[in-house]
């Protein structure tokens, strides 16, 4: 069984969530024997969708890509920001 691309995962997770899509930009923070950091950033406007009521669809995604790294015995971590924030 092949390693899982968790950009590509997180990525494909949140488009059709975004009324930008072509804003959302996964990368990979650092990336660890069995850990993996993504910051996903997103246009502002996103950022609530994404994140959602009380951070529910946010956990959603969170719980999605976590159950694909518990499969390679690694630890996901993931941060959202918009585009505001990171600059």
């Known amino acids: 069984m092949g390693s899982v ?7 494909e997770l949140i488009k ?12 990979t923070v650092s ?6 950091t993504l910051k996903v950033s997103v ?3 996103d950022l ?3 994140i959602g009521r009380k951070g529910r669809v946010a ?8 159950t694909a790294a518990i499969r390679d015995k690694k630890h996901l971590d993931i941060d959202f920001l ?6």
């Not at 956990?59 to 976590?66: D, E, G, L, P, S």
């Open 16 to 27: 059709p969530l975004a009324t930008h899509p072509e804003d959302i930009v996964v990368t």
């Open 82 to 87: 918009s585009e505001k924030e990171e600059n």
């Open 59 to 66: 956990n959603a995604i969170r719980t999605i890509a976590y």
């Open 48 to 50: 609530g969708r994404i």
């Open 43 to 45: 246009h502002p406007d």
């Open 5 to 11: 691309n968790y950009e590509l995962l997180v990525s």
């Open 31 to 36: 990336e660890k024997e069995d850990a993996i």
